[in-house]
């Protein structure tokens, strides 16, 4: 069964703090993702990798940072959390695809507050 | 403007009810997702279509491509439909860009 987990479902931080997320994936796709999901906004793309070591800024990278070291595993990092980044974050994963079709993967999401 | 618009927002039904969701685009798209998620956060995939229509169940899903625009209809909804439903198209060869999502709530 395909799965993508998180490192955790609910986080508190102090502002200032450095933060890490992290996701892994079991089902060896060459494309991750980091959203964040806040009410009335729906998704929004903060970074995506396609391979790893290699990274693309999403629509929202600012504040954030990213790291693949490792095909399965996808980390974000806030180097000086801010209180504006109090959201939920989900990470998702795919198969590189050159066909119609390019079904994301999500992981069970992490909720961090921002204090 | 967004490029995925849903509407509505929030929609509330009694058990047993017709649910129509509906989304709209702004980009050519090859193909739509529609996604839901339950309560806790966990991402599911319904629907990936690019013509016509989709029947999983209770849910059918369809698209006009000309018009940019694809409906999610749930029949004779129960509680357990109750969840956000998302409306998602492809943005590039990998990526996705999500309508803001609708919440549905089916009472007993």
């Known amino acids: 069964d395909v799965k993508v987990t998180q490192s955790s479902r609910y986080l508190v931080k102090r502002t200032g703090e450095k933060v890490f997320l992290e996701c892994v994936q079991d089902?060896?796709?060459?494309?991750m993702f980091w959203y964040r999901q806040d009410p009335g906004l729906g998704l929004r793309l903060i970074y995506f990798s396609y391979d790893v070591k290699m990274k693309e800024k999403g629509d929202i990278p600012e504040g954030y940072s990213v790291s693949r070291e490792k095909k399965e595993r996808f980390s974000l990092i806030l180097e000086s959390a801010s209180t504006n980044q109090t959201s939920m974050y989900l990470c998702a994963s795919s198969p590189w695809t050159t066909g119609a079709y390019n079904e994301q993967f999500f992981g069970p999401g992490t909720r961090l507050t921002v204090l | 403007k967004n490029e995925v618009e849903q509407s509505p927002q929030n929609l509330t039904a009694q058990e047993g009810e017709f649910i129509t969701i509906n989304c709209s685009y702004s980009?050519?798209?090859?193909?739509l997702h529609w996604l839901q998620q339950h309560p806790g956060g966990g991402i599911v995939s319904l629907f990936m279509l690019s013509s016509g229509k989709k029947k999983h169940g209770r849910l059918i899903a369809t698209i006009n491509i000309q018009e940019k625009h694809s409906s999610l209809h749930i029949t004779a909804s129960h509680p357990r439909d109750s969840a956000v439903y998302i409306c998602?198209?492809?943005?590039?060869?990998?990526?996705?860009?999500f309508g803001q999502g609708t919440r549905l709530t089916i009472n007993p």
């Open positions: 089902m060896d796709h060459e494309n």
């Open positions: 980009v050519g798209i090859s193909a």
């Open positions: 998602a198209v492809r943005k590039g060869a990998q990526k996705l860009v």
